[in-house]
């Protein structure tokens, strides 16, 4: 997203506590960098420190104010400087860093008349003065969820001027191309030998990271006896530098050699990075050192992760990379796992793991962490300072489809992220049920009058996602479809057709209807490729038609710890592995259904796994379970209620595999990296079988019990390398779903 809607020509005043070595400081350094690069006249006012180079070079101004201290006389000083700087600089918005320039920023407002933003990069002492001299502005940013929560339980801001933003990664400086030679022969440190860097604040406030240092002193002379050559480097500075500098040097006396090295604060810590074999720490160092391709230790004094890996992926990015909550840093903790980690140091194994870790953060950094994504976060977020947008969602919402249901809630949440305050409503064919169930703002999609005045009050029309735009269950659900589109572009709004999956459209009339509507649409783009050929097809020649993917491919997943937790609830505790069908009626009558019985004993028997009936549908599929069930000669799990997605999510992220008939089977579990056996029952299905590289098992009046068996059995010898493989593609699906939020920010904008 670019500077847009009358907004690159604002003046942004960037309010940070000083601009020395910290996570808070980059954060506010790199916005201001690519805020420029974006068009916007950008100042920063703080206390100084070393990046107000960089601030000045990227084409920002500095202006100097004491914001870092709460010393009374220095408040008023600084109070002072910012008048002298908000009356000369007619700032349109004002983005505070801390709660000290938060606070001062926010006794100026009503004097100036800017809009003030303010970013949450840490959780503080809410009682007493601590929570009246708190000012968090219009509009907040939190670096993490669990500052969101810490917001609305302390605060009681309002959820809809929150939104979660990332800690920016510049991942040109911090990049797996950069080279450690310098730094390592600056530090005398021998090319072959093992280097463990840690990137802290060495203050003795709550709020530094030092336990990791602690935990490091504590733990090197164990680990420079059991590693050889070891080296540990501990880059920061601070009031506590002096206290470990005299421990380290005890240590180092004690080994005989040089094991721990203080460099001080730096500002090359990309070249550090890049001389370490491990990272220790935590929040943007960390983020930095994955941006660098290295493998991380998380430990820090809020808590401890260990090694970094995808199955702590969830907790990490909850907190920041604070591992908030997460136990505790210890010396013999740590020491034992980087003990563990360097066990094979030297072996082709080593190298191997190493450069998985580190492909891993790298590419995680890359795709959720960039700069540029932190970026589009706060131009979201000013934007909606210039008033509220309005959208309609229209899909097949309302049904008690989960599939469906998920895509609603993907996208509605797609919105909502896209700008701060957008006011979204729902056409649902049970209004209430949504409102209830969600809480997202719901009328009845068959009420006219009420969608005639929802549409006349929008901004644009979110259509979508999922296959709405085809004739098969139905001509008139087609013609529906066309109405809302037609309607909407009666009333001159701006409409989206939102990841949609297109067809099968078979009658010449329907497809001329159904070319009409996409060529006259702002925006379209599709869920598959096989999509945009069908429309190719109908003679709709537009160039801008974006292939995305499925919008469920964002959903958030439960973690490892809480799926197995759901899985202990009455009606789903499955004692032994399991694998899920997900079945669904098929033409006239279910004559396949004694063939699949068959293959779900064989399954049972033969490969040692339960069955889990999951109906995707309840009001369709659940019957059909229950025939399934009936006709096994062993007994099938039927789950006793209705789920929620993050239920479905847990069951099949649990399941040795799937055997699906409905797409969005098919898609939670590549979400979650279950392999799956598809049963061809439509075009969809089939395509994206294809995208994803599983087993399609024929249709239903060609299923073999027997040779489904033999594929499931190689899909669960394999199961391993299919989910990493599809864990892979989902990442690389939800990179590509982004666009869809990318294109409808830009529409909401014009």
């Known amino acids: ?79 002072a400087a910012l008048s002298r700087l908000m009356r000369t600089g007619k700032y349109d918005i004002v983005h505070a860093h801390a709660r000290i320039p938060a606070f001062l920023c926010g006794l100026l407002k009503p004097f100036f008349g800017f809009r003030l933003v303010t970013t949450a990069h840490w959780v503080f002492n809410a009682r007493g003065l601590s929570r009246l001299f708190s000012d968090w502005g219009e509009r907040t940013l939190a670096v993490s969820g669990d500052i969101r929560d810490y917001l609305l339980r302390n605060y009681r801001l309002d959820a809809r001027n929150i939104t979660v933003t990332v800690n920016g990664i510049n991942t040109d400086k911090f990049s797996p191309d950069a080279s450690g030679e310098r730094a390592r022969r600056t530090l005398g440190i021998p090319e072959s030998a093992p280097v463990v860097v840690n990137v802290s604040r060495l203050d003795r406030s709550d709020s530094a990271p030092t336990a990791a240092v602690r935990g490091l002193l504590g733990a090197a002379p164990s680990l420079g006896r059991a590693i050889s050559g070891l080296r540990i480097v501990i880059v920061g500075g601070g009031d506590a530098e002096h206290e470990f500098r005299e421990t380290a040097s005890r240590v180092n006396g004690e080994l005989g050699r040089e094991i721990v090295t ?79 980690f360097f066990s094979d140091f030297g072996t082709a194994e080593f190298d191997a793991r190493s450069a998985r870790l580190g492909t891993f953060g790298r590419e ?69 049920a949504t409102r209830e169930r969600y809480g997202y703002r719901a009328i009845n999609r068959f009420n006219p009058a009420s969608v005639l005045r929802a549409l006349r009050r929008c901004d644009a029309l979110v259509f979508g996602g999922g296959s709405l735009l085809q004739d098969y269950t139905s001509t008139r659900s087609l013609l529906y479809y066309l109405a809302i589109l037609a309607l909407a572009r009666a009333l001159r709004r701006r409409v989206m057709i939102y990841a949609n999956g297109i067809g099968p459209v078979t009658r010449a009339k329907n497809r001329r209807r159904v070319r009409r509507a996409v060529e006259s649409a702002d925006v379209v783009t599709l869920r598959d490729a096989h999509s945009r050929a069908e429309l190719v097809s109908m003679g709709v020649a537009r160039e801008d038609i974006a292939v995305t993917s499925d919008p469920v491919f964002t959903s ?59 109906p995707m549908h309840p009001s369709g599929d ?72 599983m087993p399609n098992l024929g249709a239903p009046g060609e299923f073999d019990a027997r040779r489904a068996l033999e594929i499931a059995r190689a899909v669960s010898e394999k199961r391993a390398e299919l989910s990493d493989k599809l864990e892979h593609l989902a990442r690389e699906c939800a990179e590509m779903a982004k666009t869809d939020a990318g294109l409808l920010a830009e529409l909401l904008e014009r």
Request: aromatic residues 6%; glycine residues 10%.
């Open 1 to 79: 997203m670019s500077a847009g809607g009358g907004f690159k020509n604002k003046k942004i005043l960037l309010a940070a506590m000083s601009l020395g070595i910290g996570g808070a400081e980059t954060h506010v350094t790199e916005l201001a960098r690519e805020l420029t690069r974006r068009g916007y006249s950008v100042s920063v006012v703080s206390a100084g420190g070393v990046y107000v180079k960089d601030i000045t070079r990227c084409g920002a101004k500095h202006f100097f104010a004491p914001l870092n201290t709460r010393r009374p006389l220095d408040m008023a000083r600084a109070v």
């Open 364 to 432: 995680l950094t890359a795709s959720d962490y960039s700069v540029a994504r932190m970026t589009d976060d706060c131009e979201r977020v000013y934007a909606s300072l210039d008033g509220p947008r309005r959208v309609v969602m229209s899909g097949y919402y309302g049904f008690g489809n989960a599939g469906d249901d998920a895509i609603m809630q993907a996208v509605h949440d797609s919105i909502a992220g896209t700008r701060a305050g957008t006011e979204i409503t729902v056409l649902s064919k049970k209004p209430r």
């Open 262 to 340: 203080l460099t001080g604060a730096r500002t090359d810590i990309g070249e550090l990075l890049a001389a370490c074999d491990l990272f220790v720490g935590v929040s943007r160092a960390a983020l930095e050192a994955c941006a660098c391709g290295k493998p991380v230790v998380l430990a820090g004094s809020e808590g401890y992760l260990g090694l970094f890996s995808e199955s702590a992926l969830e907790s990490a990015a909850e907190t920041n990379f604070t591992c908030r909550g997460h136990g505790e840093t210890s010396a013999p903790r740590l020491g034992e796992d980087i003990a563990e």
């Open 556 to 614: 958030d997943i439960p973690g490892a710890d809480v799926r197995r937790e759901i899985l202990k609830s009455p009606g789903l505790d499955v004692s032994r592995p399991f694998v899920v069908f997900s079945v669904r009626q098929w033409g006239a009558d279910d004559s396949f259904i004694p063939e699949l019985a068959r293959f779900g004993d064989m399954v049972n028997s033969e490969l040692g796994f339960a069955v889990l009936l999951l």
């Open 622 to 693: 659940a019957d059909v379970c229950r025939v399934l069930a009936g006709a096994m000669k062993r007994p099938a799990v039927i789950p006793p209620r209705e789920l929620t997605l993050g239920e479905y999510f847990a069951i099949i992220g649990e399941a040795e595999f799937t055997v699906s008939m409905r797409l969005h089977a098919l898609i939670f579990a590549a979400r979650v990296g279950t392999p799956s056996l598809g049963i061809d029952v439509d075009p969809k299905l089939r395509a994206y079988l294809e995208t994803l590289g």
